[in-house]
């Protein structure tokens, strides 16, 4: 009878959140609005449930099924993509996962029976606790102890070590403290990295995780329903796990016989030929089209940050130099200040960016040459120039082209300092699918921007990416191009 009451719940818990699922894909919206729902809607619905009965790893496995089906709908991604990328905060969405959530809500509920006042609910709940982690597979209290152990090293080991405040050691936040909250996350945490393991084992959707030098774009739901249309959304999910339809993915389904070009007839038409490398598609423009995009919000971002840095330095009586400034004893302390950006000394500044379509050519009091940076910021009063480099290859290439750069504009540098100039070379890397390079953020400060507007540039330089990647994708068996405006 037992069994049988406890098959019950299993299958009630099931096809509740089944039907939810098939309510939602009924309705006349588009699948970005559908997974908002399923998020924000569907799962604070069912915690209660999953609170009130221990489902068994085949229920929960049927479940993640269920959900990971009709968010692959929703959100057209490839049916042998991997699902990790809905749920995974890195390279992902954040939805949370409904494994996770019948974890976390069986957590939630045994650290509440082991903490109860009543002594006979506690002495059950440990007697049941102590049964289940002698068990093989799947149990909530084995998730718990290991939640607890990792929580325990953590406020042993950040109390040992040095703040960061002086910038000397690691910098803690906050301390660590062993609550219910910190329980439930750390075992939400654990069960993710058991996630992300497997992923590092597959060879072709698993190659997002080695982009180590890079940025990565971090969505908010605002962004999601309302910066990305369904098709643009679609292809970069597709895209960072290289489950895109493209020839040689479709060959490699059985859904063709070959895997040729469109445009240029190459015979391995994969992904990164038709974004980046494409015979057709360089002479064309295309792939110059998006890298003028991306270098024409960098140069509106710099030229923000020339404005700005003016105006604070106008406004500034005190200038950041070697001197250290005592304060004697029941003085007030100076104001703080202000570090020099690289504008503050010079009002004669010019930027000059090169594109396709309007080439520039380096001053000849600077260095004569024939090399061109896609930017070139001077000062004549100064002696001063800084140029700048951007790439926008494929991720998996980012670092190989960036030492290229610096290799190729080495000598540049050189000759400008043998004319007497202050000069220096900066790259930044774009990649294809919008990730960007760790020293963007360095690059922006550089030119004068503040840490905020520093983030929303490089939010701007990643959504301008992978909308002009999205416009090629969709472009590739066209073979006309018309040239479009620049997006930005």
């Given at each position: 009878a037992v069994v049988s009451t406890q098959s019950g719940h299993y299958g009630r818990a099931l096809t509740k959140v089944q039907n939810l699922l098939s309510k939602v894909d009924?309705?006349?919206?588009?699948?970005?609005?559908?997974?908002?729902?399923?998020?924000?809607?569907?799962?604070?619905?069912?915690?209660?449930?999953?609170?009130?009965?221990?489902?068994?790893?085949?229920?929960?496995?049927?479940?993640?099924?269920?959900?990971n089906r009709f968010l692959k709908k929703w959100l057209k991604l490839a049916r042998c993509a991997d699902p990790s990328i809905l749920y995974r905060g890195v390279c992902g969405l954040r939805?949370?996962?409904i494994r996770n959530v019948v974890l976390a809500a069986r957590a939630n509920t045994e650290v509440t029976l082991c903490t109860s006042k009543d002594p006979v609910v506690r002495a059950v709940a440990k007697r049941r606790r102590e049964v289940e982690q002698c068990l093989d597979g799947y149990s909530t209290p084995k998730k718990i102890k290991t939640a607890v152990q990792e929580i325990e090293f953590k406020k042993a080991f950040y109390h040992n070590i040095r703040k960061g405040n002086d910038r000397r050691g690691l910098s803690v936040e906050k301390k660590v403290k062993l609550t219910k909250k910190t329980l439930v996350e750390e075992v939400k945490k654990l069960s993710n990295d058991e996630k992300i393991t497997r992923v590092m084992s597959l060879a072709v959707q698993g190659r997002w995780t080695k982009w180590e030098d890079l940025v990565q774009v971090d969505l908010d739901w605002k962004e999601v329903l309302y910066g990305f249309s369904p098709s643009m959304l679609s292809f970069w999910l597709n895209s960072i796990q290289d489950t895109l339809p493209d020839p040689v993915n479709l060959r490699r389904w059985g859904k063709a016989f070959e895997a040729k070009c469109v445009l240029c007839g190459w015979t391995n038409c994969s992904q990164i030929h038709i974004l980046c490398s494409c015979r057709i598609a360089l002479e064309q423009g295309r792939i110059s089209w998006r890298h003028d995009s991306i270098l024409n919000v960098i140069v509106k971002w710099m030229k923000i940050g020339k404005v700005g840095a003016t105006n604070s330095f106008k406004k500034s009586d005190q200038l950041a130099t070697d001197k250290i400034l005592f304060v004697k004893a029941g003085a007030p302390r100076a104001k703080k200040r202000v570090k020099p950006s690289f504008w503050h000394d010079g009002s004669d500044w010019k930027i000059l960016m090169d594109s396709r379509s309007a080439p520039y050519q380096i001053p000849p009091q600077i260095v004569s040459s024939s090399l061109r940076p896609d930017i070139c910021?001077?000062?004549?009063?100064?002696?001063?120039?800084?140029?700048?480099?951007?790439?926008?290859?494929?991720?998996?290439?980012?670092?190989?082209?960036?030492?290229?750069?610096?290799?190729k504009y080495a000598g540049l540098v050189d000759d400008a300092k043998s004319n007497g100039w202050e000069a220096s070379c900066l790259t930044i890397e774009v990649g294809a699918r919008g990730f960007v390079s760790m020293n963007t953020h360095s690059l922006f400060r550089f030119f004068g921007l503040t840490p905020k507007d520093s983030k929303t540039a490089r939010k701007e330089i990643s959504k301008v990416a992978i909308k002009c990647s999205h416009f090629i994708w969709i472009s590739r068996c066209n073979p006309l191009w018309s040239h479009p405006a620049r997006v930005c």
């Open positions: 009924n309705i006349v919206l588009d699948g970005k609005k559908k997974a908002w729902i399923f998020q924000f809607g569907i799962i604070p619905y069912v915690q209660w449930d999953f609170m009130q009965t221990e489902l068994d790893e085949s229920t929960v496995s049927k479940l993640e099924a269920a959900v939805i949370d996962n910021v001077y000062s004549l009063s100064r002696k001063k120039v800084c140029f700048v480099e951007l790439t926008s290859p494929f991720e998996e290439n980012i670092r190989l082209w960036k030492a290229k750069k610096q290799l």
